[in-house]
Each structure stands twice: as C-alpha cells, then as structure tokens.
Nanobody, 121 residues
Framework: QVQLAESGGGLVQAGGSLRLSCAAS????????MGWFRQAPGKEREFVAA????????NYADSVKGRFTISRDNAKNTLYLQMNSLKPEDTAVYYC??????????????WGQGTQVIVSS
C-alpha cells in the first residue's frame, strides 16, 4: 500500500515562495513518475507539474511554467515543488500523486491528502 504525505503549505504574500514536499512510502518510489495537482475552492482539480522516474524529464502547466520547479530525491523517497513568484490565483490545496508508470502522462493511482496553500494579495 502506497502512502503519500504532503507538507510545506501555508500562508504567503503574493510574490513570495513556498516549497512543498511529498514523502512516499510503501512502493518502489524511484520506479514511478510523480505529479503535483491542485484544487482551488469551487474548481476542478488541475494538473500542475510532473516528473519522470529518473527526474530527467519534467512537464508543467502553462499557468506555473517559469515560476514552479518540480524535483525529486529518490534516495529520500521525496518529491518537491518549489513555488516562486506566487500569485493569489495559486491558492489551492496541493496534492502529490503516483503515476502507474515510469514515464509521465498518467494515470495516477495513489494520491496524498493534500496541503493548503494560501496566497494573499
């Protein structure tokens, strides 16, 4: 059974930065691509970023490209999302998820509980 635990969310002013972490256990973390998603109040969950099993390939939603960076440390079974130049529209609950395969593209079959990010204007 895979367990994912996000951390690092909080309240930050616009223009600020946060670093989210996702600790994984229960599966060979390094053999799976991973992703970050977010869900704002009243909206559908949306894709934010993804990374291949090796970390060599990444993909970003247009709305975060150039501001967010996804990375992973397979030795620590941890996924990261560095978020810079935050905007109020980045306010959401952020989730990490495990891809069923090594390459990106989904589907994702395990999800964390989420961490809240609030960006004040």
């Amino acid at each position: 059974q895979v367990q994912l635990a996000e951390s690092g969310g909080g309240l930050v002013q616009a223009g600020g930065s946060l670093r989210l972490s996702c600790a994984a256990s229960g599966r060979a973390f390094s053999r799976h691509a991973m992703g970050w998603f977010r869900q704002a109040p009243g909206k559908e969950r949306e894709f934010v970023a993804a990374i291949s099993w090796s970390g060599g390939t990444t993909n970003y939603a247009d709305s975060v490209k150039g501001r967010f960076t996804i990375s992973r440390d397979n030795a620590k079974n941890t996924l990261y999302l560095q978020m810079n130049s935050l905007k109020p529209e980045d306010t959401a609950v952020y989730y990490c998820a495990v891809d069923v395969g090594e390459t990106m593209g989904g589907p994702y079959d395990h999800w964390g509980q989420g961490t809240q990010v609030i960006v004040s204007s």
